[in-house]
């Protein structure tokens, strides 16, 4: 039976609906009952809280949405669970498991305290040794065993692009949405480039990825890294990984063009395109540094030789910020110039990686 005592602040249905589900996951493990519920910081496509319990622990509880999550995010989560327990030298460091029920599409971990590292780049108080601490982790994850493991299935948008997306889908579009996506369509070279990074990564699905590494999947415990959300957790291309956080770096030094932040000049009330590419460049050249010192702490610690890897890894880059966009103009009525310029940056890095793979200086060991 649950009970739920003084929840502050009051519980949502969906709250209380997951308290009463959990409740019985927690009987089985010999824990206390649930006093409280609250929402996590950061709403996502899945259903999230923080529960303490009577005796004073918290744990965080995920509830997925089959409408926005993949079929196989559960198992994808509970295979990493094994994995972390049967390979500890492989796995990042992750809030453990408790225990989990498919029914209900409920997961219950072990609460973890610290900083989201979305908010900690956004204070300027990114650690120093991320992008060392980040190569690293990635490469013993990358050189884990792959029993088991479910090939990935390809995340870019190609069917999308050339025959368009559903009549559902389309009523849903935003106005930004409405003007992106036929600019996006119409794009030949695109789809093109498109096809052939889905080509490439289908060929070297060889490596377990975490498949979705963005800044709020780490997180920061008193010095030590943890990396959360295992639910795209597969057999898959490296370089996937790699790029995309990667691309997290790229996207954030442009968007920060527009800020203060990073020690820079206030930006002028009004750019033209000669300014705006100038303070662009700037913006990219500071963050250059560390995406060198996460490739060179990846390469340091991986033993796979893959000669093709760094330009895998910058098409990945550079369609990364173009989804970035896309998921903007899905918030928004008009997608703002710098997002446009985020994109176009993307757009090149994925035409031509060979080019920006030597600029961003992958492929450097």
Not at 47 to 54: A, K, P, Q, R, Y
Request: net charge negative; with cysteine; glycine share 8%.
């Amino acid at each position: 039976m649950t009970v739920i005592l003084n929840p502050s602040p009051p519980a949502s249905q969906a709250g209380t609906t997951a308290a009463q589900q959990a409740q019985p996951l927690l009987d089985g493990l010999g824990r206390a009952q649930i006093r409280t519920v609250s929402p996590t910081q950061f709403a996502g496509r899945n259903g999230s809280w923080i529960m303490e319990l009577t005796d004073g622990s918290r744990i965080f509880v995920k509830k997925f949405n089959t409408s926005a999550t993949s079929p196989q995010a559960f198992a994808r989560s509970m295979n990493f669970s094994t994995f972390a327990r049967n390979y500890p030298q492989h796995a990042p460091s992750t809030p453990k498991l408790l225990a989990g029920d498919e029914s209900t599409g409920l997961l219950l971990f072990d609460y973890c305290s610290g900083t989201s590292l979305a908010h900690l780049i956004v204070q300027d108080a990114l650690p120093v040794s991320f992008a060392a601490d980040s190569g690293r982790l990635l490469a013993r994850l990358h050189s884990g065993p792959t029993d088991g493991l479910e090939p990935a299935g390809s995340t870019l948008p190609v069917q999308m692009l050339r025959f368009g997306v559903t009549h559902t889908r389309y009523l849903d579009f935003t106005l930004a949405e409405l003007s992106l996506y036929p600019t996006l369509q119409q794009d030949g070279e695109l789809l093109q480039a498109l096809e052939a990074l889905q080509d490439a990564e289908e060929t070297n699905r060889k490596s377990p990825i975490h498949g979705d590494l963005r800044w709020d999947q780490f997180h920061l415990n008193d010095s030590q890294l943890n990396l959360l959300d295992w639910e795209d957790f597969c057999l898959g291309d490296p370089a996937r990984d790699i790029g995309t956080l990667a691309g997290e770096w790229i996207y954030r030094a442009v968007l920060d063009t527009v800020t203060s932040r990073g020690g820079a000049d206030s930006p002028p009330e009004y750019f033209d395109e000669n300014s705006a590419t100038t303070m662009i460049s700037h913006r990219l050249a500071a963050v250059v540094p560390q995406l060198q010192e996460l490739w060179h702490h990846y390469r340091l610690n991986s033993s796979t030789d893959d000669s093709q890897l760094a330009l895998r890894v910058t098409a990945r880059l550079g369609w990364h910020l173009v989804d970035r966009s896309m998921a903007r103009a899905a918030m928004v009525s008009r997608l703002p110039g710098i997002e446009r310029a985020a994109a176009g940056i993307g757009r090149r890095a994925l035409l031509d990686p060979a080019r920006y793979s030597h600029a961003l200086g992958f492929g450097k060991d």
